[in-house]
């Protein structure tokens, strides 16, 4: 098992920054991407940012020039810088871990308890 453990959620004003971070734990050896997904309200979970232990990142059109996602591997965290946020940004955001890209946000991943953030004035 993997448990993943978020931290830096809050609220914005529009044009903010913030900063999300997760960590692992546990049976971290089985696991090489980890990730960024967001659910707002009334719509589906989407593919924020995600990166590979080797630094392969695969990012949202929507968030692309915006948020930037890196990972320190000796710490087991990853990263999810994000600026110029806009209220379309609001959204519970959720770390996610697998073995590889492919694999994220499937059943053979691992989910986070998800963190908000809100983007208003």
């Known amino acids: 098992q993997v448990q993943l453990v978020e931290s830096g959620g809050g609220l914005v004003q529009p044009g903010g920054s913030l900063r999300l971070s997760c960590a692992a734990s546990g049976s971290i050896f089985s696991i090489n991407a980890m990730g960024w997904y967001r659910q707002a309200p009334g719509k589906q979970r989407e593919l924020v940012a995600a990166?590979?232990?080797?630094?392969?990142?695969n990012i949202a059109a929507s968030v692309k020039g915006r948020f930037t996602i890196s990972r320190d591997n000796a710490k087991n965290t990853v990263y999810l810088q994000m600026n110029t946020l806009t209220p379309e940004d609001t959204a519970v955001y959720y770390c996610?871990?697998?073995?590889?890209?492919?694999?994220?946000?499937?059943?053979?991943?691992?989910w986070g308890q998800g963190t908000q953030v809100t983007v208003s004035s």
């Open positions: 990166i590979t232990s080797s630094g392969t990142t």
């Open positions: 996610n871990a697998g073995p590889s890209l492919i694999y994220m946000a499937t059943e053979h991943s691992y």
